[in-house]
């Protein structure tokens, strides 16, 4: 079964910082793989799809990439800001069913 | 991207009663459904994936008794917790995938709180 881990779980950072969040999963046998971003009490908003056969994503300042054989995904957002505080979560699709990762909480310091 | 409503946002409802709660895709024909289920500071856990027009697949310890899931049409489906109990309490999210897709649209949520 596909194991989904976000690390780290949490992460603080000033303003203007550029950061990393990681995702690793077990089955490197995925259609594709998504990050979500999540504010608290509310549902999930699509940020980046990254297909199988692609490497990388990108959208405005935040960019992901995809090694499949490694089975690893990274989330980088470049020059953050206090509206990125939220939980992201990356979920890897093997077919017909998404696993999602434990989430990592930002919080973004004015 | 695509639009997938979710309704009610927020529900209470008493011990006992039946809740049930709608995700409808706005703008594409969903041939599959999910519908998950976040506890607390979690991540989301996955209840039970329907296809249209037979019966819902669950999850490994998911009482398909007490979450009912009827997926009628290409554009609607719905999670009924039946009989529900204060530990039903919890954010439920649904995500549709339409034929062919890989990508799955989000509904908001609901917030299910049970007194």
């Known amino acids: 079964k596909q194991e989904v881990t976000q690390i780290p779980a949490a992460l603080s950072v000033p303003e203007g910082e550029n950061l990393v969040l990681n995702c690793s999963f077990t089955?490197?046998?995925?259609?594709?793989l998504q990050w979500f971003r999540q504010d608290p009490g509310k549902g999930l908003t699509s940020l980046l799809l990254?297909?199988?056969?692609?490497r990388e994503q990108t959208s405005g300042r935040l960019n992901a990439s995809l090694d499949k054989s490694s089975g690893r995904s990274t989330l980088y957002i470049a020059a953050s800001q206090p509206g990125d505080s939220a939980t992201y979560l990356c979920?890897?699709?093997?077919?017909?069913?998404?696993?999602f990762g434990t989430g990592t909480s930002l919080t973004v310091i004015p | 991207g695509a639009v997938v409503s979710q309704h009610p946002s927020r529900v209470i409802c008493k011990s006992g009663t039946s809740v049930k709660i709608e995700c409808r895709s706005l703008?594409?024909?969903?041939?599959?459904m999910f519908w998950y289920r976040q506890f607390p500071k979690k991540s989301l856990m996955l209840m039970a994936t329907?296809?249209?027009?037979?019966?819902?697949?669950?999850e490994q310890g998911v009482e398909k008794d007490k979450f009912l899931i009827n997926h009628a049409s290409l554009t609607l489906s719905t999670l009924t917790v039946t009989s529900a109990h204060p530990e039903d309490s919890s954010f439920y999210i649904c995500?549709?995938?339409?034929?062919?897709?890989?990508?799955?649209?989000f509904g908001q949520g609901t917030r299910l709180t049970v007194v």
């Open positions: 995500s549709a995938l339409g034929l062919g897709k890989t990508e799955a649209f």
């Open positions: 089955d490197s046998a995925i259609y594709n």
């Open positions: 990254i297909q199988s056969s692609q």
């Open positions: 979920a890897a699709n093997t077919g017909n069913q998404f696993y």
């Open positions: 703008d594409f024909q969903a041939t599959t």
């Open positions: 329907s296809n249209e027009g037979s019966k819902a697949t669950y």
